[in-house]
């Protein structure tokens, strides 16, 4: 009795003596993603900083054009469709590589990035259009405070195009390891964030900001 009382003393000590829980540190499939949350949250707090920036410039036009005359509401819709309609698909690649289902991962990965690109190439389109026209992030405030807002999400939908095909060369040539699928599951929740950012923009910049 004696003995059975140290036995299980020395087992619940052993395994209270981590300081992480009853039975030691959690799994990678459960640490990997909270640790990616976190990562997703500072970015938050860093477009938080710029929504700020920007709605304190957005009437400091110096001037220069203010939004009614810049933005055009139709070709950012497009923009928008295209973007919020690659984030489901996105989600169906997640199912399917749950599933082990390489072909339909494959083309549902495919058309995220293909659609992710149209979203970035209109986008450029945009600054381009308006860099001709002399309205520049030098021009003014404002300029600035637009260019920096809605170019740090390019640049964020950028890397999540470059970090896509590696997904996709990863999971060709190795399988669906559960590695690679915890790298693919932090790859869903970093493209559905950046489109909730954007529905944050695509509202205050080009809604609001356009209203008569």
Not at 7 to 18: A, F, W
Not at 44 to 70: C, K
Not at 130 to 141: K, L, N, Y
Not at 173 to 198: E, M, T, Y
């Amino acid at each position: 009795m004696t003995t059975e009382a140290a036995t299980i003393g020395l087992t619940h000590g052993g395994s209270e003596d981590t300081g992480l829980g009853h039975r030691g540190p959690e799994s990678k499939s459960i640490v990997v993603p909270y640790g990616f949350w976190l990562f997703i949250l500072s970015d938050m707090v860093l477009f938080s900083a710029l929504f700020a920036t920007y709605a304190t410039l957005v009437h400091a036009t110096d001037g220069g054009p203010t939004t009614n005359q810049l933005f055009d509401r139709n070709l950012v819709a497009i923009e928008t469709i295209a973007l919020l309609v690659s984030s489901f698909i996105c989600g169906l690649a997640i199912i399917t590589a749950k599933r082990s289902n390489m072909l339909w991962t494959q083309v549902w990965l495919l058309l995220t990035g293909l659609l992710g690109a149209v979203f970035l190439a209109i986008e450029l389109y945009e600054f381009a259009k308006m860099i001709g026209e002399g309205a520049g992030p030098q021009r003014s405030a404002f300029l600035s405070a637009f260019f920096t807002l809605v170019g740090c999400h390019g640049a964020h939908v950028t890397a999540g195009l470059l970090w896509l095909g590696t997904m996709m060369a990863q999971i060709w040539a190795k399988g669906f390891r559960q590695h690679i699928l915890r790298r693919l599951l932090c790859f869903s929740i970093f493209w559905h964030a950046l489109d909730i950012i954007w529905v944050a923009i695509f509202t205050i910049v080009y809604l609001i900001g356009t209203l008569p």
